[in-house]
C-alpha cells in the first residue's frame, strides 16, 4: 500500500482523570507525549494526520501549532474513545475521499516511532484487506491499520469501545508487527515516574 493511501489518526481527546494532568503534554526526551507521536505520524506519511482533541483542546493544539495536522474537536469527548474514532475516520474521509487506509494511535505510547507507523504501512502491502496491529506484551492494540473496508465498523462504535473491539470481532483477519515497548503507556504518576526512572 503507497503511504499517500493512508491517514493517520491520534486520538489526544481524554482528560487523564486518574493522572490528575493532561498527559498529552507530559515531557519525555525533551518532547511532550502528543510532540512524539504526532512527529513520528507527520515524519512517516506527510499528511494526513489528523489530531482528535476533546479536554485540553487549546493547549494541545497550541502544543503542535509548528506540525503540519489537522486539528478536529470531538464535543462528545466523554462518552469515550469510541465517538473520538468516529470523529476522526469522518474528517479523515472529508479531507481525502479517496483515503484507502487508516491508522489509529494514541497520545501515550512514547516509544512510538515513524518506523513502526511505515512498518504497519509496509505489512498491509502484503495483506491488503486485512487489519495489521501492534503487538507487545502477549496482545495486539494501538497503533492499529484498518484497510477501507472497516471503515463502517469504525464508525459504528459507541462510548468507550476502541479499536480493540474490533480487533477481537475480526481476530481471523489480524496481522501484527511487533512493538516490544507498546506496552509501556501513561496512566498514572507511578507510570511517568517509572518512564522518567528508565
Known amino acids: 500500500m503507497d503511504k499517500k493511501a493512508c491517514g493517520i489518526i491520534i486520538l489526544a481527546a481524554g482528560n487523564s482523570s486518574r493522572l490528575g494532568e493532561p498527559k498529552q503534554l507530559l ?3 525533551g518532547k511532550s507525549l502528543i510532540q512524539h507521536v504526532a512527529a513520528a ?13 476533546g479536554s485540553n483542546e487549546k493547549l494541545i493544539n497550541q502544543e503542535l501549532s509548528n506540525l503540519c495536522v489537522h486539528f478536529i474537536h470531538n464535543e462528545d469527548w466523554q462518552q469515550g474513545m469510541g465517538s473520538s474514532i468516529r470523529v476522526g475516520i469522518e474528517e479523515l474521509i472529508r479531507i481525502n475521499p479517496l483515503i484507502k487506509a487508516v491508522i489509529i494511535a494514541v497520545s501515550d505510547q512514547p516509544f512510538v516511532t515513524s518506523q513502526l507507523f511505515l512498518d504497519l504501512i509496509q505489512q498491509a502491502e502484503t495483506n491488503e484487506s486485512r487489519i495489521i496491529g501492534s503487538s507487545y506484551e502477549n496482545t495486539t492494540g494501538t497503533p492499529v491499520l484498518f484497510p477501507e473496508k472497516y471503515f463502517d465498523s469504525l464508525l459504528a462504535l459507541n462510548g468507550a469501545e476502541g479499536a480493540k473491539k474490533l480487533l ?31
Do not use: C, R
Open 41 to 53: 505520524a507527520v515524519e512517516a506519511i506527510g499528511s494526513p494526520v489528523v489530531i482528535v482533541s
Open 168 to 198: 477481537k470481532k475480526f481476530v481471523d483477519d489480524v496481522k501484527s508487527v511487533p512493538f516490544p515497548l507498546g506496552g509501556i503507556d501513561i496512566d498514572t504518576k507511578e507510570d511517568y515516574q517509572k518512564l522518567l526512572n528508565g
Open 27 to 29: 515531557h519525555f526526551q
